[in-house]
């Protein structure tokens, strides 16, 4: 009797050991996997950290920009900022301008998910830090794309904490051709378009559209986020957060088997100065993300109101102590 509780005892333990066996092996595997998708991006460490700017009453800027200058810099160790950049680089040797500036926000504390885009064209106070090559470009004031030209995400992070006091100190970029791999991989976006866009479209020989929902490939979906012939700017950065809400929701709906290989195929087109951590943490919760509201934002909030022409360029001059609370306001609900 002894024997057989002996017996079934060891049974149970190696039964057991097995188990534990397969569980570790099975998870040391997940873990070398996602290590190996988290090692195929573009990792810039950018060597000098974004610090937050303390005391800048030194700085030669219109009264506008001073008021808004005086606001504290949001700092909330339940928010992360990533600046989320689109730019048209075209070789290794240059920055290339900065297209598409979105400020992705995630509040861990309302469990909430905010997109910010930035439009290009805002006058601002950009940091006196240019790469070398492009100091004989730099100047103090100028259109907020022009601080990408200059110095790269680095420079335009500096910026864009400057003057609209969100803690940024991390980045995500892609250029076209990333962009429209991204959308190809998942297989397209679903895109309610307009009479005006849907010939705009068929225009470009990408095919036959019509008003309605239209299942956009990555170079149609290009097409799409750049239009803005029809309209305006500010119509072309709602398409392009369209898309960018089209692609979230699209990789909700998708199995593990399919993000993972979705993953795979995206992180060769994304440069970025996430560590190896900080990424695998945000791709290991994004099962939690999915589950939080999702909302966006336009800058500048008075849009036409705020153009004027400065150095003989249109550029919008706006009320920034408006604009910097209204994106505070946002980022915090």
Same mark, same amino acid.
């Given at each position: /009797?002894?024997? %057989? $509780?002996?017996? *079934?005892?060891?049974?149970?333990?190696?039964?057991?050991?097995?188990? +534990?066996?397969? &569980?570790?092996?099975?998870?040391?595997?997940?873990?070398?996997?996602?290590?190996?998708?988290?090692?195929?991006?573009?990792?810039?460490?950018?060597?000098?950290?974004?610090?937050?700017?303390?005391?800048?009453?030194?700085?030669?800027?219109?009264?506008?920009?001073?008021?808004?200058?005086?606001?504290?810099?949001?700092?909330?160790?339940?928010?992360?900022?990533?600046?989320?950049?689109?730019?048209?680089?075209?070789?290794?040797?240059?920055?290339?301008?900065?297209?598409?500036? /979105?400020?992705? %926000? $995630?509040?861990? *504390?309302?469990?909430?998910?905010?997109?910010?885009?930035?439009?290009? +064209?805002?006058? &601002?106070?950009?940091?006196?830090?240019?790469?070398?090559?492009?100091?004989?470009?730099?100047?103090?004031?100028?259109?907020?794309?022009?601080?990408?030209?200059?110095?790269?995400?680095?420079?335009?992070?500096?910026?864009?904490?400057?003057?609209?006091?969100?803690?940024?100190?991390?980045?995500?970029?892609?250029?076209?051709?990333?962009?429209?791999?991204?959308?190809?991989?998942?297989?397209?976006?679903?895109?309610?378009?307009?009479?005006?866009?849907?010939?705009?479209?068929?225009?470009?020989?990408?095919?036959?559209?019509?008003?309605?929902?239209?299942?956009?490939?990555?170079?149609?979906?290009?097409?799409?986020?750049?239009?803005?012939?029809?309209?305006?700017?500010?119509?072309?950065?709602?398409?392009?957060?369209?898309?960018?809400?089209?692609?979230?929701?699209?990789?909700?709906?998708?199995?593990?088997?399919?993000?993972?290989?979705?993953?795979?195929?995206?992180?060769?087109?994304?440069?970025?100065?996430?560590?190896?951590?900080?990424?695998?943490?945000?791709?290991?919760?994004?099962?939690?993300?999915?589950?939080?509201?999702?909302?966006?934002?336009?800058?500048?909030?008075?849009?036409?109101?705020?153009?004027?022409?400065?150095?003989?360029?249109?550029?919008?001059?706006?009320?920034?102590?408006?604009?910097?609370?209204?994106?505070?306001?946002?980022?915090?609900?």
């Amino acid at each position: /009797m002894e024997e %057989t $509780i002996r017996t *079934k005892r060891s049974l149970v333990a190696a039964i057991a050991g097995i188990l +534990a066996g397969l &569980v570790l092996a099975t998870a040391t595997f997940a873990f070398g996997y996602l290590y190996f998708i988290v090692g195929l991006r573009n990792f810039d460490p950018i060597k000098d950290p974004i610090e937050i700017e303390q005391d800048l009453t030194h700085l030669d800027v219109p009264e506008n920009m001073k008021e808004g200058m005086k606001i504290p810099v949001l700092q909330d160790k339940k928010i992360t900022n990533i600046l989320i950049i689109g730019s048209d680089t075209r070789d290794s040797g240059s920055h290339g301008r900065s297209d598409s500036m /979105m400020l992705l %926000t $995630i509040n861990n *504390k309302t469990k909430s998910l905010h997109l910010t885009s930035l439009m290009r +064209a805002i006058y &601002v106070s950009i940091p006196d830090d240019p790469d070398p090559a492009y100091r004989k470009y730099y100047l103090s004031n100028y259109m907020l794309n022009a601080a990408h030209t200059w110095g790269g995400p680095r420079l335009l992070m500096k910026t864009v904490q400057r003057n609209f006091r969100v803690d940024v100190s991390r980045y995500m970029a892609t250029d076209f051709a990333g962009f429209e791999k991204a959308i190809d991989t998942v297989g397209g976006v679903t895109i309610e378009l307009t009479a005006a866009e849907a010939k705009y479209l068929s225009g470009q020989g990408l095919g036959s559209f019509g008003a309605g929902p239209a299942l956009l490939n990555g170079k149609s979906a290009l097409a799409y986020s750049r239009i803005r012939k029809i309209d305006s700017d500010f119509k072309r950065m709602e398409r392009q957060r369209k898309v960018i809400f089209s692609l979230f929701e699209k990789m909700k709906k998708s199995n593990p088997a399919r993000l993972t290989s979705t993953a795979e195929a995206l992180m060769p087109t994304i440069t970025t100065n996430l560590s190896d951590t900080e990424f695998m943490g945000f791709i290991l919760n994004f099962g939690t993300y999915s589950s939080y509201s999702f909302d966006q934002m336009m800058l500048p909030i008075e849009t036409y109101e705020a153009m004027k022409y400065i150095r003989g360029m249109e550029m919008y001059d706006i009320n920034w102590k408006k604009n910097i609370e209204e994106l505070h306001t946002f980022m915090s609900r």
